[in-house]
Nanobody, 126 residues
Framework: QLQLVESGGGLVQPGGSLRLSCEAS????????IGWFRQVPGKEREGVSC????????NYADSVKGRFTISRDNAKNTVYLQMKSLKPEDTAVYYC???????????????????WGKGTLVTVSS
């Protein structure tokens, strides 16, 4: 039983911040690249940010560069997405994902994923 569980979503005002967490069970995250994706109803799921298994390499969508930061704590089997300066267009269901692929760009852009979490809703609104 391999699971990824997201948490930390909620309602936040524009300009605010949230930190999402993704915790794995049934496997160790340190063997996987991890990514955050988001999806709005009626639109395709998009890669937000991905991080390599070592944490040395990261990838960010242009829309979130400078505002979002991905990090991982392998000792806690957890990956984080720190989101700052949130905008209404950031509203989406955010999914954590794990992949055994080598490059984080391939994961984020091509959406090559082995495991998906169930998602956590982030709503940015006044």
């Amino acid at each position: 039983q391999l699971q990824l569980v997201e948490s930390g979503g909620g309602l936040v005002q524009p300009g605010g911040s949230l930190r999402l967490s993704c915790e794995a069970s049934g496997f160790t995250l340190d063997q996987y690249a991890i990514g955050w994706f988001r999806q709005v109803p009626g639109k395709e799921r998009e890669g937000v940010s991905c991080i390599s298994s070592s944490g040395r390499s990261t990838n960010y969508a242009d829309s979130v560069k400078g505002r979002f930061t991905i990090s991982r704590d392998n000792a806690k089997n957890t990956v984080y997405l720190q989101m700052k300066s949130l905008k209404p267009e950031d509203t989406a269901v955010y999914y954590c994902a794990a992949s055994s692929i080598i490059t984080v760009q391939a994961m984020c852009v091509r959406r090559l994923v082995d495991y998906w979490g169930k998602g956590t809703l982030v709503t940015v609104s006044s």
